[in-house]
């Protein structure tokens, strides 16, 4: 008898290596594909502040299970549109900067997608090159008909390329939305200064472009909240309209609860009401009311100011790992004298590294170290530790020394 499923075929799956890895290195894998942060030890963080936040609502009559409104918690929202954009900030007050939230980073660019393409019926989309892999299936899914890539990596020289990247976006047709990291952009770890986000800037209000920012790492890039959203706040300043996507699941630690906030700026206050009405009806059709646990823990941090200042040390410690483990993986290099240039890395961000590795070196790495790192040539750092990051840096050298 035939089945309903017949027709049903397999889809790559969005995982970065499939490669058998060799009985030999089956018991030594290093995954340095995970975007969860890990401490050095390699075990979750579970921040002391969320943790105390967490038993205040476990203590209290009602705790956090009714249902949120459809456009979610309002504190949460508000709190978290301060967060990116500012306390003092002018489209705050002069209320044409909105929060709706949403479902972690991922669920916050759908439904910012969805409604750029049923509401403004915007149909193209500019991705980094490279990028999120899941963004591809974000845009597609939601309706976007042509989902093009702009240059952003130099893989001579493992930097930037501004240069070539406004060239990109110089011919995307005008209304294009451009999806822009505004910090510790995810994998590469290269973000622009300020003086090359002033030119992107221009290529974008002048060929009238759409800016959809993702702001799902804000401490963790620079160590500071502010100038992790400089960019975004300059594109505020200089009166472009923009989505900007938050993501509160790493800087949080909050994974499963799927912590995200849109902010939607807008360059006056008369669409606003109708912009949340056009996200209600978004929102009710994929999740009804969006899930109060991680926002109430998130919206009781924010709107503490001794809970935020513990907040801000415990991303300081993320931070503060991160940039030493990054530090450490290219001292090994120096020291051990890999081929290439390695102490520029420095200057990446967060929690990714951009190795450069080619993808015959990747699957080197993988059967015979048994270290995973992404497709790209990027690498998590979260996975890297004190225990592992001389056996990572003498793989990376003998892969790069067989297949150079
Ligand atoms: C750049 C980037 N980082 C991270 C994520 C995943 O975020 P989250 O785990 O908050 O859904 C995505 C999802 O598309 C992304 O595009």
Same mark, same amino acid.
């Given at each position: 008898?035939?089945?309903?499923?017949?027709?049903?075929?397999?889809?790559?799956?969005?995982?970065?290596?499939?490669?058998?890895?060799?009985?030999?290195?089956?018991?030594?894998?290093?995954?340095?594909?995970?975007?969860?942060?890990?401490?050095?030890?390699?075990?979750?963080?579970?921040?002391?502040?969320?943790?105390?936040?967490?038993?205040?609502?476990?203590?209290?009559?009602?705790?956090?299970?009714?249902?949120?409104?459809?456009?979610?918690?309002?504190?949460?929202?508000?709190?978290?549109?301060?967060?990116?954009?500012?306390?003092?900030?002018?489209?705050?007050?002069?209320?044409?900067?909105?929060?709706?939230?949403?479902?972690?980073?991922?669920?916050?660019?759908?439904?910012?997608?969805?409604?750029?393409?049923?509401?403004?019926?915007?149909?193209?989309?500019?991705?980094?090159?490279?990028?999120?892999?899941?963004?591809?299936?974000?845009?597609?899914?939601?309706?976007?008909?042509?989902?093009?890539?702009?240059?952003?990596?130099?893989?001579?020289?493992?930097?930037?390329?501004?240069?070539?990247?406004?060239?990109?976006?110089?011919?995307?047709?005008?209304?294009?939305?451009?999806?822009?990291?505004?910090?510790?952009?995810?994998?590469?770890?290269?973000?622009?200064?300020?003086?090359?986000?002033?030119?992107?800037?221009?290529?974008? #209000?002048?060929?009238?472009?759409?800016?959809?920012?993702?702001?799902?790492?804000?401490?963790?890039?620079?160590?500071?909240?502010?100038?992790?959203?400089?960019?975004?706040?300059?594109?505020?300043?200089?009166?472009?309209?923009?989505?900007?996507?938050?993501?509160?699941?790493?800087?949080?630690?909050?994974?499963?609860?799927?912590?995200?906030?849109?902010?939607?700026?807008?360059?006056?206050?008369?669409?606003?009401?109708?912009?949340?009405?056009?996200?209600?009806?978004?929102?009710?059709?994929?999740?009804?009311?969006?899930?109060?646990?991680?926002?109430?823990?998130?919206?009781?941090?924010?709107?503490?100011?001794?809970?935020?200042?513990?907040?801000?040390?415990?991303?300081?410690?993320?931070?503060?790992?991160? #940039?030493?483990?990054?530090? #450490?993986?290219?001292?090994?290099?120096?020291?051990? #004298?890999?081929?290439?240039?390695?102490?520029?890395?420095?200057?990446?961000?967060?929690?990714?590294?951009?190795?450069?590795?080619?993808?015959?070196?990747?699957?080197?790495?993988?059967?015979?170290?048994?270290?995973?790192?992404?497709?790209?040539?990027?690498?998590?750092?979260?996975?890297?530790?004190?225990?592992?990051?001389?056996?990572?840096?003498?793989?990376?050298?003998?892969?790069?020394?067989?297949?150079?």
């Amino acid at each position: 008898m035939s089945s309903f499923f017949d027709c049903v075929v397999s889809l790559d799956a969005d995982s970065p290596l499939n490669d058998s890895i060799s009985d030999e290195n089956e018991n030594h894998v290093v995954d340095l594909t995970l975007e969860a942060y890990r401490t050095d030890d390699g075990q979750p963080f579970i921040l002391p502040v969320v943790r105390e936040a967490l038993l205040e609502y476990a203590k209290s009559p009602y705790g956090c299970h009714d249902y949120l409104p459809i456009l979610g918690h309002v504190l949460f929202r508000d709190s978290a549109m301060k967060l990116v954009l500012g306390e003092d900030s002018r489209a705050i007050k002069e209320n044409r900067a909105a929060g709706i939230q949403c479902l972690s980073g991922t669920g916050t660019l759908r439904s910012g997608a969805e409604f750029l393409v049923q509401v403004l019926h915007l149909d193209t989309v500019y991705i980094s090159n490279p990028t999120c892999h899941t963004q591809f299936r974000i845009f597609e899914k939601s309706g976007f008909k042509s989902i093009k890539t702009y240059s952003y990596l130099d893989q001579m020289s493992q930097s930037i390329d501004v240069t070539q990247m406004i060239r990109d976006l110089e011919i995307a047709p005008e209304k294009s939305v451009v999806v822009l990291s505004a910090c510790a952009h995810n994998p590469t770890g290269l973000d622009p200064s300020r003086s090359q986000w002033k030119e992107i800037f221009q290529v974008i #209000k002048r060929r009238n472009l759409f800016p959809f920012f993702t702001v799902f790492d804000q401490g963790l890039a620079s160590g500071d909240l502010d100038d992790d959203a400089w960019a975004v706040r300059y594109f505020v300043k200089m009166d472009l309209e923009m989505f900007i996507a938050q993501s509160m699941t790493r800087t949080f630690g909050l994974y499963s609860s799927l912590v995200g906030n849109l902010t939607v700026v807008a360059r006056t206050s008369t669409f606003m009401s109708q912009i949340a009405s056009q996200f209600t009806c978004v929102n009710v059709s994929k999740f009804s009311n969006p899930p109060a646990h991680g926002a109430c823990i998130v919206k009781s941090i924010l709107t503490n100011q001794d809970l935020k200042i513990q907040w801000k040390n415990s991303l300081k410690t993320i931070y503060e790992r991160l #940039k030493d483990v990054r530090d #450490k993986l290219i001292s090994w290099f120096e020291k051990i #004298k890999t081929p290439g240039h390695w102490i520029h890395l420095k200057q990446q961000k967060g929690l990714f590294l951009s190795t450069g590795l080619n993808s015959i070196q990747i699957t080197y790495l993988l059967n015979n170290y048994g270290v995973r790192i992404l497709d790209s040539g990027c690498l998590s750092l979260s996975g890297l530790n004190t225990q592992n990051v001389e056996y990572v840096a003498r793989a990376i050298d003998a892969a790069v020394r067989q297949l150079q």
